[in-house]
């Protein structure tokens, strides 16, 4: 299986400052499309998980720009330039290259 | 696009409970469908996957043999059948639509109890 590592547990972060998310796989997760197969979601407190990226750097419809996916093979970043409170939330990565797909252990972003 | 989940609940081990997703606002039978769980206080953990026309299916290794999952496009419902329940099952159950190798649409989660 494709352990996906991500880093840090845990990001406080003050509004209007940028922020970062680590995301590593065991394995690259480029395909033979050129796309890598990995997403990002974020679960605000009680709510479901709604996806951010896909293909690493692609925004999902209705993401703010201020959310960016970089990388490529096993190392993958998620930025936010600005934070805002409503970005609060756990974040998570996900392969989608190779069953099992996995997922990261979650990121909790809160406000200092 | 709209996904609601029901059929989750309070089972006993070895017991069994049958989830039912009701989709809405796109074409179901052009998209592959996943169940994704969420143990208490935990992250999320893919559990089974369904192609479009059914002819495909994948689990974790956790749930094979306990768990089928399958769909009815005429009914635009996808379902998870769970068999054998273990303690270690109880998590809130989530479908998703499958699109660009991400879920890119969720429903509101089942939340499965199994205690004695």
């Known amino acids: 299986d494709i352990v996906m590592t991500q880093s840090p547990l845990s990001l406080p972060v003050t509004p209007g400052e940028p922020a970062s998310i680590s995301c590593r796989s065991s394995q690259s997760l480029l395909h033979s499309s050129g796309n890598n197969f990995l997403s990002w979601y974020l679960q605000k407190p009680g709510q479901s998980p709604q996806l951010l990226i896909y293909f690493a750097s692609s925004r999902a419809s209705g993401v703010p720009d201020r959310f960016s996916g970089s990388g490529s093979g096993t190392d993958f970043t998620l930025k936010i330039s600005r934070v805002e409170t409503e970005d609060v939330g756990v974040y998570y990565c996900m392969q989608a290259l190779q069953g099992p797909l996995t997922f990261g252990g979650g990121t909790k972003v809160e406000i200092k | ?116």
Do not use: H, I
């Not at chain 2, 054998?84 to 998703?96: G, K, N, Q």
């Open chain 2, 1 to 116: 696009v709209q996904l609601v989940e029901s059929g989750g609940g309070l089972v006993q081990p070895g017991g069994s409970l049958r989830l039912s997703c009701a989709a809405s606002g796109f074409t179901f039978s052009n998209y592959w469908m996943a169940w994704v769980r969420q143990a208490p206080g935990k992250g999320l953990e893919w559990v089974a996957s369904v192609k479009g026309d059914g002819s495909e299916k994948y689990y974790v290794d956790s749930v094979k043999g306990r768990f089928t999952g399958s769909r009815d496009n005429a009914k635009n419902s996808l379902y998870l059948q769970m068999n054998s329940l273990r303690a270690e099952d109880t998590a809130m159950y989530f479908c998703a639509r499958g699109e660009v190798a991400a879920y890119d649409s969720w429903g509101q989660g089942a939340q499965v109890t199994v205690s004695s």
